[in-house]
């Protein structure tokens, strides 16, 4: 509490802090991201990233500032949510708005935050509105699902994570009348999708038609770059979601080789042991359970022999699961 009034009364507020009211966007859509650029110069905390490093994910971006108590309140919120999801192609980003002060990174520091905040950020598409805190979820597809006060948001994020892990939905925003029976066409379900929409392509004069095939190319492109986000970040994801892919669309050849390479490293079946004790350990954990220090022990010994491999995706997989052990090694804010 000391702290809390330290920083309130520290100086002026430098912006209007009273909550902003919610704006959600319709799933798919959301306005399409364009990620600013994320210089070293306006870099304070936590991972450094780059636009590209966020293809794929789910991503929860904060307006924040350092005299704004709404905004003090947000922070172990928004740490939970990077702990639960960051091993499932989810980050938080926080963008400082107020006076950047030696007491900002002090105050990261010392609440343990592990995402990365950079100062003065702005997404084009999604800018603050002024009032603080102001928060912007982003899903899988780079398109923005809605914004406004934080704590409206928190619950949508389980649902953007679980949609990225099954596959983006493709005909979600098509209002279908002739073509009812591909409503719900999604990836996971195994299917050739491909081969139901070539056909209609020929179809010239049907609007309806082309509408389908437009939102199809539409998803496809989305699907792609976040196939690559994962290629990059999450081989371990990658592997299944290449596959799902390639199955629903099969003239899709660019992955191929990554798909290989990933195939061969004797390592990702190992680790994928071990990611599925880890997320039994995360459900134990969000039921209430204790996590004790014998259970991370054996995990973390295993985890830390694969990231001293030479292979570029096993230490990612690694480097992710070190952070997940990191987050359950963590108290619990019942418990801070």
């Not at 802090?17 to 870099?43: L, M, Q």
Request: charged letters at 25%; a positive charge.
């Amino acid at each position: 509490m000391r702290t809390l009034t330290t920083l309130f009364l520290a100086g002026t507020l430098a912006a209007v802090t009273a909550p902003a009211c919610i704006h959600a966007a319709e799933t798919g859509k959301g306005a399409k991201v364009t990620y600013p650029a994320f210089d070293d110069s306006k870099y304070i905390h936590g991972p450094k990233i780059t636009a590209s490093s966020l293809k794929g994910k789910v991503v929860f971006f904060e307006y924040w500032g350092i005299n704004c108590p709404p905004c003090i309140a947000s922070m172990p919120h928004l740490q939970e949510l990077q702990d639960k999801y960051q091993s499932k192609g989810f980050t938080v980003v926080g963008s400082h708005r107020q006076g950047l002060s030696p007491r900002v990174k002090q105050f990261l520091e010392e609440k343990n935050i592990s995402f990365p905040v950079y100062q003065g950020l702005d997404i084009p598409a999604a800018s603050c509105p002024g009032g603080l805190p102001h928060a912007v979820l982003i899903g899988a597809n780079g398109k923005v699902v809605a914004k406004g006060y934080p704590p409206e948001l928190y619950n949508l994020v389980k649902k953007e994570v679980l949609k990225a892990e099954r596959g983006l939905p493709i005909l979600e925003d098509v209002e279908l009348n002739k073509y009812k029976s591909l409503a719900k066409t999604v990836v996971s379900n195994g299917s050739n999708i491909e081969s139901k929409i070539t056909p209609l392509r020929k179809k010239t004069d049907d609007e309806e038609a082309q509408a389908v095939c437009a939102a199809f190319d539409d998803w496809l492109g989305d699907a792609k770059d976040m196939v690559q986000g994962q290629i990059n970040s999450n081989p371990l994801e990658a592997v299944t979601a290449i596959t799902r892919l390639k199955t629903a669309v099969p003239s899709v050849k660019e992955f191929d080789e990554a798909l290989a390479t990933l195939k061969a490293n004797k390592d990702l079946p190992r680790l994928a042991d071990i990611n599925k004790k880890i997320s039994a350990l995360e459900q134990r954990k969000a039921k209430g359970r204790k996590v004790t220090e014998a259970d991370l022990k054996s995990l973390t010994q295993a985890v830390d022999k694969f990231a001293e491999s030479d292979n570029e995706a096993t230490q990612t997989v690694a480097a992710n699961l070190k952070k997940s052990l990191s987050a359950l090694a963590a108290p619990s804010s019942d418990e801070k």
